[in-house]
């Protein structure tokens, strides 16, 4: 069996004290294919330090974090542009819109947003959306941008059915689910109930959103086998066969 943690930030100095071991738990859990999003400039070298040392198990990206779009992110960018077109990655990610925090934002985040999807389609690579309280502004973002070269993953997706429908219906991006899908009262366990395993990764977001029984504390990549599992359970199958179809999905998102 293997597993693929399609988003987790371990390269978060929340694990420095102990990423030894929280490696190991991650290969007892047979998971084995790690894709890193990042945030922004700060986080580069960390990331790539990961997949250095780390080169047939962690998988990065290359994005700004809509959180971290601010005054100077056209400069930030043309950073991250070069990066891009000079290094191996595997993803424009993570992109997306968040109106949680800060609302003010959404025109350059809008911005952003468009200037890496044009990344993405000239350099034939998927994206990777961080979408928080943005549905709306999202899809009409992507009924505006999306053509047959644009893919990707909605990350945390934590939506209706109807927006679970709306973003598959776009024909290139798959639905990424992860600890929330184990909260009691999410919903989210309805939603996926409905949705065919082929439209599915699994993510952890590590070191957030931690399933459950581990909620409120700090998230890693070995709880995905609590994702894997309760996805198993929803759809009445085996952990192994949603292992099986999810890591195959991610090969086909991020082909790599």
């Keep these: 069996m293997i597993l693929t943690d399609t988003h987790s930030h371990l390269y978060s100095d929340q694990f420095d004290a102990d990423f ?7 290969e007892e859990q047979q998971i084995r294919r790690i894709f890193l999003p990042n ?5 580069i070298p960390r ?9 047939a198990l962690f998988f ?15 400069e930030v960018l043309d950073t991250m542009e070069n990066m891009l077109r000079e290094g191996k990655y595997c993803a424009v990610g993570e992109i997306g819109i968040d109106l ?19 990344w993405a389609k000239e350099l034939g690579l ?9 549905f709306d502004e999202l899809f009409e973002l992507l009924d505006e941008l999306n053509d047959d070269r644009l893919t990707g993953i909605f990350h945390c997706f934590t939506g209706t059915l109807e927006q679970a429908q709306r973003v598959l219906a776009y024909g290139g991006f798959m639905l990424g689910i992860g600890g929330v899908v184990t909260f009691k009262n999410s919903g989210l366990d ?15 977001d590590s ?37 099986e179809m999810t890591t195959s999905n991610s090969k086909k998102v991020f082909n790599c």
Aim: include cysteine; glycine fraction near 4%.
């Design 20 to 26: 030894k071991e929280v490696l190991g738990r991650c």
């Design 39 to 43: 945030i922004d400039l700060a986080s």
């Design 126 to 134: 998927p994206i990777v959306i961080h979408a928080r309280d943005s």
């Design 60 to 74: 990065p990206m290359m994005g700004l974090h809509p959180c971290s779009v601010a005054e100077n992110y056209m």
């Design 100 to 118: 949680y925090w800060d609302k003010t934002t959404l025109s350059i985040q809008q911005a952003a947003f468009r200037r890496q999807v044009g």
């Design 47 to 55: 990331m790539h330090k990961l997949q250095e040392d780390y080169p």
């Design 207 to 243: 070191p957030y959103l931690a399933p459950h029984p581990y909620r409120g504390k700090r998230n890693e990549t070995a709880y995905l086998q609590l994702v894997a599992q309760k996805v198993a359970d929803i759809h009445e199958t085996t952990i192994e066969k949603v292992a």
């Design 190 to 204: 309805k939603v996926v109930a409905q949705l065919p395993l082929e439209s599915l990764v699994l993510e952890t």
